[in-house]
Protein backbone atom coordinates (compact mmCIF):
# COMPACT_ATOMS: atom_id res chain seq x y z
CA UNK A 1 0.00 0.00 0.00
CA UNK A 2 1.23 3.40 -1.03
CA UNK A 3 1.70 6.16 2.17
CA UNK A 4 -1.09 8.68 2.07
CA UNK A 5 -0.01 12.38 1.52
CA UNK A 6 0.03 13.84 4.98
CA UNK A 7 -0.45 17.83 6.17
CA UNK A 8 3.16 17.81 6.20
CA UNK A 9 3.76 16.08 2.80
CA UNK A 10 1.01 18.40 0.86
CA UNK A 11 3.02 21.79 2.64
CA UNK A 12 6.13 20.02 1.26
CA UNK A 13 4.78 19.37 -1.93
CA UNK A 14 3.61 22.93 -2.56
CA UNK A 15 6.81 24.64 -1.46
CA UNK A 16 9.15 22.76 -3.23
CA UNK A 17 6.83 23.34 -6.08
CA UNK A 18 6.61 27.21 -5.35
CA UNK A 19 3.08 26.77 -5.16
CA UNK A 20 0.32 27.98 -3.09
CA UNK A 21 -3.51 26.94 -3.26
CA UNK A 22 -5.41 28.91 -5.81
CA UNK A 23 -8.58 30.25 -4.15
CA UNK A 24 -9.90 31.50 -7.94
CA UNK A 25 -9.77 27.07 -8.37
CA UNK A 26 -11.16 26.51 -4.59
CA UNK A 27 -8.42 24.37 -3.87
CA UNK A 28 -8.25 22.20 -0.45
CA UNK A 29 -6.86 19.13 -0.47
CA UNK A 30 -7.77 16.56 1.19
CA UNK A 31 -4.66 15.05 3.77
CA UNK A 32 -6.21 12.52 5.75
CA UNK A 33 -5.72 8.62 5.16
CA UNK A 34 -8.46 7.43 7.34
CA UNK A 35 -11.10 9.42 5.08
CA UNK A 36 -9.40 9.09 1.99
CA UNK A 37 -10.01 5.07 2.21
CA UNK A 38 -13.60 5.67 3.12
CA UNK A 39 -14.22 7.86 -0.10
CA UNK A 40 -12.76 4.36 -1.90
CA UNK A 41 -14.99 2.12 0.07
CA UNK A 42 -18.22 4.65 -0.57
CA UNK A 43 -17.07 4.21 -4.19
CA UNK A 44 -16.92 0.95 -4.04
CA UNK A 45 -13.70 0.46 -6.08
CA UNK A 46 -12.42 -2.33 -6.75
CA UNK A 47 -9.55 -4.21 -8.66
CA UNK A 48 -9.60 -3.78 -12.37
CA UNK A 49 -12.59 -0.58 -12.39
CA UNK A 50 -11.82 2.43 -14.10
CA UNK A 51 -12.38 5.63 -12.57
CA UNK A 52 -12.15 9.06 -13.68
CA UNK A 53 -10.58 11.49 -11.13
CA UNK A 54 -11.66 15.10 -11.37
CA UNK A 55 -9.81 17.66 -9.41
CA UNK A 56 -7.04 15.30 -8.24
CA UNK A 57 -4.92 17.84 -6.97
CA UNK A 58 -2.21 16.42 -5.22
CA UNK A 59 -2.55 12.88 -5.66
CA UNK A 60 -3.78 12.36 -2.08
CA UNK A 61 -6.96 10.58 -3.14
CA UNK A 62 -5.18 9.03 -6.48
CA UNK A 63 -2.79 7.06 -4.38
CA UNK A 64 -6.41 5.49 -2.47
CA UNK A 65 -7.61 4.55 -6.12
CA UNK A 66 -4.48 3.03 -7.20
CA UNK A 67 -3.99 1.08 -4.29
CA UNK A 68 -7.61 -0.29 -4.87
CA UNK A 69 -6.37 -1.54 -7.86
CA UNK A 70 -8.10 1.10 -10.15
CA UNK A 71 -6.61 2.70 -13.46
CA UNK A 72 -7.64 6.07 -12.92
CA UNK A 73 -8.30 9.57 -15.14
CA UNK A 74 -7.08 12.00 -13.07
CA UNK A 75 -8.33 15.15 -14.68
CA UNK A 76 -6.53 18.58 -13.55
CA UNK A 77 -7.63 21.36 -14.36
CA UNK A 78 -4.31 23.72 -12.78
CA UNK A 79 -1.28 23.04 -14.76
CA UNK A 80 0.93 24.32 -12.32
CA UNK A 81 -0.53 20.84 -10.37
CA UNK A 82 0.74 18.56 -12.83
CA UNK A 83 4.13 18.34 -12.18
CA UNK A 84 3.38 17.58 -8.96
CA UNK A 85 0.68 15.09 -9.28
CA UNK A 86 2.65 13.08 -11.59
CA UNK A 87 5.71 13.18 -9.23
CA UNK A 88 3.35 11.39 -6.53
CA UNK A 89 1.99 8.69 -8.85
CA UNK A 90 4.85 7.99 -10.74
CA UNK A 91 4.84 4.13 -11.57
CA UNK A 92 1.29 3.87 -11.03
CA UNK A 93 -1.65 2.98 -13.41
CA UNK A 94 -2.80 6.60 -13.20
CA UNK A 95 -2.88 8.87 -16.67
CA UNK A 96 -2.79 12.38 -15.53
CA UNK A 97 -4.81 15.06 -17.60
CA UNK A 98 -4.56 18.62 -18.09
CA UNK A 99 -7.90 19.68 -18.64
CA UNK A 100 -11.07 21.23 -17.49
CA UNK A 101 -13.44 18.71 -17.04
CA UNK A 102 -16.20 20.65 -18.54
CA UNK A 103 -14.64 21.18 -21.55
CA UNK A 104 -12.86 17.40 -21.49
CA UNK A 105 -12.87 15.54 -25.29
CA UNK A 106 -14.67 12.90 -23.35
CA UNK A 107 -14.67 10.48 -26.51
CA UNK A 108 -10.82 10.64 -26.46
CA UNK A 109 -10.52 9.15 -23.00
CA UNK A 110 -13.26 7.10 -21.65
CA UNK A 111 -12.90 4.13 -24.75
CA UNK A 112 -15.58 1.29 -24.46
CA UNK A 113 -15.13 0.75 -20.53
CA UNK A 114 -17.61 1.49 -17.76
CA UNK A 115 -15.98 3.85 -15.38
CA UNK A 116 -16.63 5.52 -11.83
CA UNK A 117 -16.35 8.95 -10.95
CA UNK A 118 -14.60 10.32 -7.91
CA UNK A 119 -14.51 14.31 -7.35
CA UNK A 120 -13.59 17.10 -4.87
CA UNK A 121 -15.80 19.47 -6.65
CA UNK A 122 -15.58 23.73 -6.19
CA UNK A 123 -18.80 24.84 -5.22
CA UNK A 124 -18.95 27.14 -8.24
CA UNK A 125 -18.71 24.24 -11.38
CA UNK A 126 -19.94 21.04 -8.75
CA UNK A 127 -24.07 21.43 -10.15
CA UNK A 128 -23.87 22.32 -13.88
CA UNK A 129 -20.82 19.74 -14.05
CA UNK A 130 -22.55 16.61 -12.65
CA UNK A 131 -25.75 17.45 -14.36
CA UNK A 132 -23.95 17.85 -17.19
CA UNK A 133 -21.82 14.83 -17.35
CA UNK A 134 -25.09 12.32 -16.20
CA UNK A 135 -27.03 13.91 -19.36
CA UNK A 136 -24.21 13.24 -21.60
CA UNK A 137 -22.04 10.13 -20.37
CA UNK A 138 -23.94 7.50 -19.67
CA UNK A 139 -20.48 5.59 -19.20
CA UNK A 140 -20.05 7.15 -16.23
CA UNK A 141 -22.00 4.71 -14.22
CA UNK A 142 -21.72 5.95 -10.66
CA UNK A 143 -20.06 8.87 -8.86
CA UNK A 144 -19.16 9.96 -5.33
CA UNK A 145 -18.50 13.72 -5.35
CA UNK A 146 -17.49 16.01 -2.12
CA UNK A 147 -19.09 18.99 -2.38
CA UNK A 148 -20.13 22.24 0.25
CA UNK A 149 -22.88 20.81 2.88
CA UNK A 150 -25.98 22.49 0.79
CA UNK A 151 -24.88 21.52 -2.40
CA UNK A 152 -24.97 17.83 -1.92
CA UNK A 153 -28.10 18.72 0.22
CA UNK A 154 -29.53 19.85 -3.15
CA UNK A 155 -28.63 16.81 -5.60
CA UNK A 156 -29.71 14.39 -3.29
CA UNK A 157 -32.95 16.48 -2.25
CA UNK A 158 -36.83 14.81 -2.19
CA UNK A 159 -39.97 16.37 -3.09
CA UNK A 160 -41.05 18.29 -0.47
CA UNK A 161 -38.38 19.00 0.85
CA UNK A 162 -36.83 22.76 1.07
CA UNK A 163 -34.00 21.85 -0.31
CA UNK A 164 -35.30 20.75 -3.80
CA UNK A 165 -35.07 21.75 -6.39
CA UNK A 166 -33.91 21.87 -10.42
CA UNK A 167 -30.69 20.06 -9.49
CA UNK A 168 -32.68 17.52 -7.48
CA UNK A 169 -35.35 16.52 -10.30
CA UNK A 170 -32.47 16.17 -12.77
CA UNK A 171 -30.24 13.61 -10.93
CA UNK A 172 -33.93 11.66 -10.05
CA UNK A 173 -34.44 11.65 -13.66
CA UNK A 174 -31.03 10.07 -14.53
CA UNK A 175 -30.34 8.00 -11.05
CA UNK A 176 -30.75 7.87 -7.27
CA UNK A 177 -28.73 10.30 -4.99
CA UNK A 178 -27.72 10.05 -1.40
CA UNK A 179 -25.61 11.55 1.08
CA UNK A 180 -23.18 9.08 2.10
CA UNK A 181 -20.96 11.19 4.78
CA UNK A 182 -19.23 14.29 5.60
CA UNK A 183 -15.60 15.59 6.22
CA UNK A 184 -14.61 17.98 8.19
CA UNK A 185 -12.98 20.57 7.17
CA UNK A 186 -10.19 19.99 9.48
CA UNK A 187 -8.85 17.22 7.59
CA UNK A 188 -7.99 19.79 4.19
CA UNK A 189 -4.58 22.08 3.84
CA UNK A 190 -6.02 25.36 3.66
CA UNK A 191 -8.86 24.41 6.06
CA UNK A 192 -11.85 25.80 4.40
CA UNK A 193 -14.93 27.76 5.70
CA UNK A 194 -17.76 25.47 4.36
CA UNK A 195 -18.83 22.30 5.31
CA UNK A 196 -18.51 18.93 2.90
CA UNK A 197 -20.09 16.18 2.23
CA UNK A 198 -19.81 13.09 -0.17
CA UNK A 199 -22.75 12.34 -2.16
CA UNK A 200 -23.03 9.05 -4.12
CA UNK A 201 -25.19 9.05 -7.47
CA UNK A 202 -25.53 5.57 -9.35
CA UNK A 203 -27.14 6.00 -12.91
CA UNK A 204 -30.41 3.88 -13.52
CA UNK A 205 -29.92 1.57 -16.49
CA UNK A 206 -32.41 3.82 -18.17
CA UNK A 207 -33.89 6.73 -17.29
CA UNK A 208 -36.42 6.73 -14.04
CA UNK A 209 -39.56 8.33 -16.35
CA UNK A 210 -40.47 7.21 -19.67
CA UNK A 211 -40.30 10.99 -20.46
CA UNK A 212 -38.61 13.86 -23.22
CA UNK A 213 -35.95 14.63 -20.94
CA UNK A 214 -35.38 18.38 -22.62
CA UNK A 215 -39.27 18.80 -21.95
CA UNK A 216 -39.33 18.11 -18.68
CA UNK A 217 -36.13 20.34 -17.76
CA UNK A 218 -38.04 22.98 -19.31
CA UNK A 219 -40.96 22.31 -16.82
CA UNK A 220 -39.01 22.20 -14.18
CA UNK A 221 -36.64 25.00 -14.46
CA UNK A 222 -40.17 27.06 -15.05
CA UNK A 223 -41.76 25.55 -12.03
CA UNK A 224 -38.93 26.58 -10.00
CA UNK A 225 -37.61 29.61 -11.23
CA UNK A 226 -41.13 30.83 -9.43
CA UNK A 227 -41.00 27.86 -6.26
CA UNK A 228 -42.89 30.68 -4.63
CA UNK A 229 -46.03 30.41 -6.49
CA UNK A 230 -48.93 27.94 -7.53
CA UNK A 231 -47.65 25.56 -10.85
CA UNK A 232 -50.72 26.29 -12.39
CA UNK A 233 -49.07 30.02 -12.48
CA UNK A 234 -45.31 29.24 -12.70
CA UNK A 235 -45.87 26.58 -15.54
CA UNK A 236 -48.64 28.88 -17.39
CA UNK A 237 -46.34 29.68 -20.28
CA UNK A 238 -45.87 25.80 -20.96
CA UNK A 239 -48.98 24.35 -19.54
CA UNK A 240 -52.63 25.39 -19.52
CA UNK A 241 -54.58 24.99 -15.98
CA UNK A 242 -57.00 21.93 -17.76
CA UNK A 243 -53.40 19.93 -18.48
CA UNK A 244 -51.58 20.16 -15.70
CA UNK A 245 -54.85 18.74 -14.20
CA UNK A 246 -55.37 15.81 -17.16
CA UNK A 247 -51.86 15.11 -16.10
CA UNK A 248 -53.85 13.96 -12.69
CA UNK A 249 -51.48 16.59 -11.12
CA UNK A 250 -52.97 19.38 -8.42
CA UNK A 251 -52.30 22.73 -10.64
CA UNK A 252 -52.63 24.10 -6.84
CA UNK A 253 -49.13 22.54 -5.68
CA UNK A 254 -45.73 23.96 -5.64
CA UNK A 255 -43.29 22.62 -7.57
CA UNK A 256 -41.24 21.01 -4.68
CA UNK A 257 -44.15 18.99 -3.57
CA UNK A 258 -43.80 17.57 -7.30
CA UNK A 259 -42.33 13.88 -7.08
CA UNK A 260 -40.51 12.79 -10.74
CA UNK A 261 -43.38 10.81 -11.74
CA UNK A 262 -45.86 13.88 -11.93
CA UNK A 263 -43.35 16.01 -13.98
CA UNK A 264 -42.46 12.69 -16.16
CA UNK A 265 -46.30 13.16 -16.28
CA UNK A 266 -46.08 16.64 -17.44
CA UNK A 267 -43.63 16.28 -19.54
CA UNK A 268 -45.62 14.05 -21.56
CA UNK A 269 -48.58 16.23 -22.08
Known sequence: MADRLTRTDVRNLLDRHGLEPSRALGQNFLCDGPMIDKIVRLGRV??????????????????????????????????????????????????????????LDWEAHLGDHSWKVIANLPYNVATPLVLDLLASRPELESYVVMVQREVGERLAAGPGSKTAGIPSVIVAYWGEATVVGSVPAQLFLPVPKVESVLVRIVRAPTPNVDAPYDRLVALVRAGFNQRRKMIRRSLAALLSEEQIAAADVDPTLRAEALDLPAWGRLADT
Open 46 to 103: AAGDHVVEIGPGLGSLTLGLADAGASVLAVEIDRYLIDPLSEVTAGLDVTVVNADAQE
